[in-house]
């Protein structure tokens, strides 16, 4: 097997710049109890005006105050992780969340879906960026030996046991992932290395070290297995983004919305389903949660197609109260099945495909202002098709040729020369409900090429009367 491990160096940062609308605006992570603030990590903007992580906020403060402060919340970088977890369960069915800030994937099995690991590798890292995350990855035969190499390696990828021992020998004592204690007792030693380490005899290491030393470093080599807890994704998603100020216009809800519309994507894309309804909570200062209902006809988990129909609801809605927060809460997760497409698609680049034009139309203009029709269980032409919910969807009830365009009343067929291809076709029908007709059918030509339905009612002699156009 091979394993590769995603470190997150700057979780917890990431997970709130992607979160602000300016990127390059200082931001600082603050800790520590209220009488003594430290600087827990600064973005690269921070750190030009002379910030640094571990700094005390009032050293900070006094050097300047051009720069943005928000509380390091651990229950915050978890849910980052759990959501990265996520997408990368669409890559590997074998993901763990055993170590702090860091996605352990199986990979090995995922090649030959993915393509040759420097392919699939870039795949990872494009997406990471995109989503606005910084990394480093790195493969081994195990995973713990993968966790201990992305300390010090990026993009280093070792494929068999042989050379992972000379990889794992070069490694600096104190970066092979034993605590500090031991490490610091291995440096006193005048031991540097981990190969330095690994040529002392093992009984020696047994006496002076306690025996979990020796556990960790055989599970580093692969000579001891590691149990690991596979993440499982949950089957609601459900995630909050606090605002900096109070909002309380549209507009300013939309760089919000569209960030919990994209994790929202991420999500589904993992757990291979679509979303078919979804609830925004805008979160007022005062008073209960404006709840924004977002409903689809069916499964869909396009991030683009998702926010404009999230934002053609919430645009229609007025705001009652500034907003201090926006929740996002999907339940209803239904297994997504990709709508067929041609090898050649031959619409017009601008064109939408008709399920997401559908879901636009109804987002903006509200779901009672588009109707669908629908086949009814009626051989009378003008019953035979009932205006309904446009999600209904049949095909004509007979396999005869029925017209697409029927007049809304019959008219006298004055033009001469009419030919007749086929018919009569005898309809009787409706004597339930006490519009009872007898009718024989025939498919005309008219002299310039058009076709058309004719009825003439049994038992009369005259006029046909016609009853639609065909295309």
């Given at each position: 097997m091979?394993?590769?491990?995603?470190?997150?160096?700057?979780?917890?940062?990431d997970?709130?710049?992607?979160?602000?609308?300016d990127p390059d605006?200082?931001?600082?992570?603050i800790?520590?109890?209220?009488?003594?603030r430290?600087?827990q990590?600064?973005?690269?903007?921070?750190r030009?005006?002379?910030?640094?992580p571990?700094?005390?906020?009032?050293?900070?403060?006094?050097?300047?105050?051009?720069?943005?402060m928000?509380?390091?919340?651990?229950?915050?970088?978890?849910?980052w992780?759990?959501?990265?977890?996520?997408?990368?369960?669409?890559?590997s069915?074998?993901?763990?969340?055993?170590y702090?800030?860091v996605?352990m994937?199986?990979?090995?099995s995922s090649?030959g879906?993915?393509?040759?690991?420097?392919v699939?590798?870039?795949?990872?890292?494009?997406?990471?960026?995109?989503?606005?995350?910084?990394?480093r990855?790195?493969?081994?035969p195990?995973?713990?030996a993968?966790?201990?190499?992305a300390?010090?390696?990026?993009?280093f990828a070792v494929?068999?046991r042989?050379?992972l021992?000379?990889?794992l020998?070069?490694?600096?004592?104190?970066r092979?992932?034993?605590n500090?204690?031991v490490?610091t007792?291995f440096?006193r030693m005048g031991l540097?290395?981990?190969q330095?380490?690994?040529a002392?005899p093992?009984n020696?290491?047994?006496?002076?070290?306690?025996?979990q030393?020796l556990?960790?470093l055989?599970?580093?080599?692969?000579d001891?297995?590691?149990?690991?807890?596979?993440?499982?994704?949950?089957?609601f998603f459900?995630t909050?983004?606090?605002?900096n100020f109070?909002?309380?216009?549209h507009?300013?809800?939309?760089f919000p919305?569209?960030?919990?519309?994209?994790?929202?994507?991420?999500?589904?894309a993992g757990r291979d389903?679509?979303?078919q309804?979804f609830?925004l909570h805008?979160?007022?200062v005062?008073?209960?949660?404006?709840?924004v209902?977002?409903?689809?006809?069916?499964?869909?988990?396009?991030?683009?197609?998702?926010?404009?129909?999230a934002?053609?609801?919430?645009e229609?809605?007025?705001?009652?109260?500034?907003?201090?927060?926006?929740r996002?809460?999907?339940?209803?997760?239904?297994?997504?099945v990709?709508?067929h497409?041609?090898?050649?698609d031959?619409?017009?680049q601008?064109?939408?495909?008709?399920?997401?034009?559908?879901?636009?139309l109804?987002?903006?203009l509200g779901?009672?202002?588009?109707s669908?029709?629908?086949?009814h269980?009626d051989?009378r032409?003008e019953?035979?098709?009932q205006?309904g919910?446009?999600?209904?969807s049949?095909g004509p009830l007979?396999?005869?040729?029925?017209?697409g365009?029927?007049?809304?009343?019959p008219?006298?067929?004055?033009?001469?020369?009419?030919?007749?291809?086929?018919?009569p076709?005898?309809?009787?029908?409706?004597w339930?409900?006490?519009a009872?007709?007898?009718?024989d059918?025939y498919?005309i030509?008219?002299?310039s090429?058009q076709r058309a339905?004719a009825?003439?009612?049994?038992?009369e002699?005259?006029?046909?009367?016609?009853q639609?156009?065909?295309?």
């Amino acid at each position: 097997m091979l394993w590769a491990c995603v470190l997150l160096p700057q979780l917890a940062l990431d997970g709130v710049m992607r979160r602000r609308a300016d990127p390059d605006e200082p931001l600082a992570l603050i800790t520590g109890s209220a009488q003594r603030r430290v600087l827990q990590t600064v973005n690269p903007a921070a750190r030009a005006l002379g910030l640094y992580p571990g700094q005390p906020l009032s050293a900070a403060q006094a050097m300047t105050r051009d720069f943005a402060m928000v509380d390091y919340d651990p229950d915050e970088v978890e849910r980052w992780q759990q959501l990265l977890a996520a997408w990368a369960y669409r890559f590997s069915s074998q993901v763990s969340l055993k170590y702090p800030r860091v996605l352990m994937m199986e990979i090995e099995s995922s090649l030959g879906l993915f393509g040759p690991w420097p392919v699939f590798e870039k795949r990872l890292r494009d997406e990471l960026s995109a989503m606005g995350f910084s990394h480093r990855i790195v493969v081994a035969p195990n995973p713990a030996a993968a966790r201990v190499l992305a300390n010090v390696h990026d993009g280093f990828a070792v494929t068999t046991r042989e050379t992972l021992r000379d990889a794992l020998k070069q490694l600096p004592i104190d970066r092979v992932g034993l605590n500090r204690e031991v490490a610091t007792a291995f440096t006193r030693m005048g031991l540097h290395t981990l190969q330095q380490v690994l040529a002392l005899p093992r009984n020696t290491l047994a006496r002076r070290f306690p025996a979990q030393v020796l556990q960790h470093l055989d599970t580093v080599l692969g000579d001891r297995a590691l149990a690991l807890e596979c993440y499982l994704p949950p089957d609601f998603f459900d995630t909050r983004i606090e605002l900096n100020f109070d909002v309380e216009s549209h507009q300013a809800l939309l760089f919000p919305l569209k960030r919990l519309i994209c994790d929202l994507a991420v999500f589904l894309a993992g757990r291979d389903s679509g979303v078919q309804r979804f609830v925004l909570h805008l979160e007022h200062v005062e008073g209960a949660d404006t709840q924004v209902q977002v409903g689809l006809l069916s499964a869909e988990r396009e991030a683009t197609m998702l926010f404009e129909l999230a934002r053609g609801r919430l645009e229609q809605i007025q705001v009652p109260a500034p907003v201090r927060a926006v929740r996002l809460l999907a339940r209803d997760l239904p297994r997504f099945v990709p709508t067929h497409r041609e090898l050649f698609d031959e619409r017009p680049q601008q064109a939408l495909p008709w399920d997401q034009l559908r879901e636009r139309l109804r987002a903006r203009l509200g779901d009672e202002a588009v109707s669908g029709v629908h086949a009814h269980a009626d051989h009378r032409p003008e019953c035979a098709w009932q205006p309904g919910s446009v999600a209904k969807s049949a095909g004509p009830l007979l396999a005869a040729p029925r017209p697409g365009w029927l007049l809304r009343e019959p008219q006298p067929v004055t033009e001469s020369g009419v030919r007749i291809l086929a018919g009569p076709e005898r309809i009787e029908s409706g004597w339930w409900d006490g519009a009872d007709v007898r009718r024989d059918y025939y498919l005309i030509e008219t002299r310039s090429g058009q076709r058309a339905w004719a009825f003439q009612s049994v038992g009369e002699d005259g006029t046909l009367l016609l009853q639609g156009w065909f295309a």
